[in-house]
């Protein structure tokens, strides 16, 4: 076996399950379904690529309509609707004033359930977001192609922060507020924010958490790393009363209800950018220890984040719709606000967990509220399932669509979903994508195919796979036979490129499989998913996991690089080694191994160092299960370490041969350590 083999990879761990049976979706979801024609797969077959998306930039108004559906000049910096001029902002708000303003717009529903929801209308986004922008505007002198940093929770602040953005034509960069100030800074500094917004307070779990001390943090590291941050304004979680304990700086820190009395009634004129304009970046883990930021545009990022919404989503504009993700996430910025809100439609957002007071609450805010399309993670699914899996029966809602997303869903999680959670009525979508590819790639179109339990399904409209082996050669479609999943074509939600590395971007995720890197013809740049796949003979992919450094934590992306530098803090550890080991309820979570510097004893206060390392420097999402102290890692001769070794042993599977490596004995050891005698 050649070392590059010996490599780890998620895929390789994946559970297989077996080929199930179809779901048709119900006759009244399809008599209703805004996609029934399967002329659609026609329309948007290669031989109409790319004009076939200019039905969805149809979707949107454009300040000045484009010439040039994609230019490939750049190659593979993609550039699509060249010559277009539009405003996120307009087409998410003003557009729908004329018919809607009453209409909500979003419904944010506080986790106290003591704080009843509050239903902000299209009208009152209207006025919330053109006076933020003059206030982003006149008062930090944000104008178009400047970075904002948001670090905030889920509240409607948030989306109206973003929206704002979009409205000045600055690029938003957000980051899950669950990350530490660290992580934060980090991203503050990479994408050049002078202006960073937060929030002081939020509640979760029944807490009311602070969470201005980590805009202090932030401040300090992007500082320390060359990155000027002018004015932090701090949204109240109660306008009008500070709930953090950290001094706010003079100078640098300001409320902003204080400073809004000053724009009450202001209106800021939606600056039309080009369509090629990046709207957003969004960070997110890759192989090695820096997050990379994923530029997205601003006219194909919106058109394919409406059209992914219309179709797959099924959302009409009187549905209730709620996507249980985070906003920080990609799934929240296309599926909670640019989607679903370019659509006219009304979006929930939940400011809690869905375990909060108790495991109903998710149906109950359900009922309260009427929602009839439901979008979650499995992971999320596996929690509620556990905690209650009887609670859904106890409430009165229907639910026509429910959607999962992130990682990939056992078939017997999936069947409650369906039977409990769905009621045996509802179509569901398990949709495959990523951050980077702006919206959905793969999943069934829900009333033209059947649904089949753990498996995405077919690529959406537009979206045309291809799975390589390891050699390049393509392998026999509908085969069953596992390969690196990656899309023959551009498509108009996918990002442009890593926000000051274009090297990096090439280099990634369109040099392995790229047949000419002097092309100008997309036809020679596969872009490359880093996840294993495989096709049924049906044409349903079904996606088996990373085959990069990336572990799939409660379908979050988190890079094992990024965990084993964060070990590597703490003083006494020589060496970290992290892998993705199963779990019931997240999917993957990491365990990390390390080894000491000569003269440290191995204890509980080192493992102890160990997580608040990683607390301090990601956040408690990348927590890991466990932290093994071994007295060395196994190697390769080259001194590589064995991750797959690792990975075996964590998940209490076969080592394979180790013969080959440098110091086969530790394996054993090893084994002990973790899995006794
Ligand atoms: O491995 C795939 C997995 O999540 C990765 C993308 O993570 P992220 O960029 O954080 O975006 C998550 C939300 C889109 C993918 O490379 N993944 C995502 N959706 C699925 C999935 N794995 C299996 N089935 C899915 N439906």
Redesign the pocket.
């Known amino acids: 076996m050649s070392e590059k083999n010996l490599e780890v990879s ?1 895929a390789q761990i994946a559970v297989h399950w077996q080929e199930e049976e179809y779901f048709p979706p119900s006759t009244e979801f399809i008599a209703q379904a805004n996609m029934a024609d399967a002329g659609v797969f026609d329309r948007f077959s290669l031989d109409n690529f790319p004009n076939c998306f200019k039905e969805y930039a149809d979707l949107l108004d454009w300040d000045e309509y484009w010439h040039t559906t994609l230019d490939t000049s750049d190659a593979p910096c993609w550039k699509w609707f060249v010559g277009g001029k539009l405003n996120v902002s307009y087409n998410c708000i003003d557009r729908h004033l004329e018919k809607n303003q009453n209409k909500a717009a979003f419904i944010y529903v506080p986790e106290p359930v003591e704080e009843p929801p509050v239903a902000i209308t299209y009208r009152d986004l209207y006025n919330r977001v053109n006076e933020f922008a003059a206030l982003l505007r006149d008062f930090c002198g944000v104008k178009q192609g400047d970075r904002v940093t948001i670090h905030m929770p889920m509240v409607p602040e948030l989306p109206i922060t973003m929206l704002a953005c979009a409205r000045l034509g600055a690029i938003h960069s957000v980051v899950f507020g669950g990350f530490s100030g660290k992580a934060s800074g980090e991203r503050v500094s990479d994408s050049g924010s002078n202006v960073l917004v937060v929030m002081d307070a939020y509640y979760r779990g029944g807490k009311l958490l602070e969470h201005k001390d980590k805009a202090d943090q932030a401040v300090k590291v992007a500082t320390d790393d060359g990155q000027e941050v002018d004015k932090v304004l701090v949204w109240q979680r109660y306008p009008g009363k500070y709930s953090a304990e950290t001094p706010m700086v003079e100078g640098r820190d300001y409320f902003v209800n204080d400073l809004l009395k000053d724009y009450t009634g202001k209106r800021v004129d939606p600056v039309p950018v080009p369509a090629e304009d990046p709207l957003f970046l969004m960070y ?2 890759g192989t090695t220890g820096r997050p990379k930021g994923c530029q997205h545009s601003t006219g194909g990022y919106l058109a394919y984040a409406a059209g992914t919404s219309k179709y797959v989503q099924d959302i009409h504009p009187e549905d209730v719709y709620w996507c249980m ?1 985070d906003i920080g ?3 929240g910025h296309s599926y909670i606000v640019y989607g679903p809100l370019a659509l006219g439609a009304s979006s929930v957002l939940f400011e809690g967990v869905p375990t909060f007071p108790d495991a109903g609450r998710a149906w109950q805010i359900a009922e309260q509220l009427n929602v009839n399309i439901f979008h979650t ?2 992971t999320t699914i596996r929690m509620l399932r556990k905690a209650g899996p009887d609670e859904p029966a106890k409430y009165n809602y229907k639910f026509k669509h429910m959607t ?6 056992e078939p017997a999680v999936w069947r409650w979903y369906y039977d409990v959670v769905g009621r045996g009525e509802a179509a569901i979508v ?8 702006g919206g959905f790639l ?2 069934t179109l829900p009333a033209l195919s059947p649904m089949k339990p753990g498996s ?1 399904g077919p690529a959406v409209p537009g979206i045309h796979p291809i799975i390589y082996d390891e050699d390049g050669n393509e392998v026999t479609p509908g085969s069953n036979i596992a390969g690196n999943i990656c899309i023959q074509n551009p498509w108009p939600g996918a990002f442009q490129t890593i926000w000051g590395d274009r090297d990096r971007y090439v280099k990634q995720y369109y040099e392995r499989y790229c047949a000419n890197p002097e092309s100008k013809d997309w036809r020679d740049w596969p872009y490359l ?3 294993a796949a495989m096709q049924a003979p049906d044409g349903y992919f079904r ?4 085959i990069d450094d ?1 572990i ?1 934590v409660s ?3 988190l890079g094992t690089k990024e965990i084993e530098s964060a070990c590597l803090i703490v003083n006494e550890v020589a060496e970290a080694s992290v892998v993705p080991v199963n779990d019931e309820l997240k999917g993957k979570v990491p365990d990390v191994y390390v080894s000491l510097k000569p003269g440290f004893d191995s204890g509980k206060e080192i493992q102890t160092k160990v997580i608040a390392a990683i607390d301090d420097s990601i956040g408690k999402i990348a927590r890991p299960k466990n932290v093994y102290i071994v007295p060395d890692m196994p190697k390769t001769r080259s001194g590589k370490i064995m991750r797959r070794v690792l990975a075996a042993i964590s998940n209490n599977q076969d080592v394979g041969d180790v013969t080959t490596l440098a110091n086969p004995e530790i394996v054993d050891e090893v084994r002990k350590l973790v899995q006794g005698e």
């Open positions: 998620e997110t883990s993700a996430w990609i799934t993670a499995p999962t997303v992130g990682e990939p869903i398990d949709t495959w994508w990523q951050t980077e590819t793969c999943s995405a998913t880093g996840d996606i088996l996991g990373r990336v799939n379908g979050h992306r």
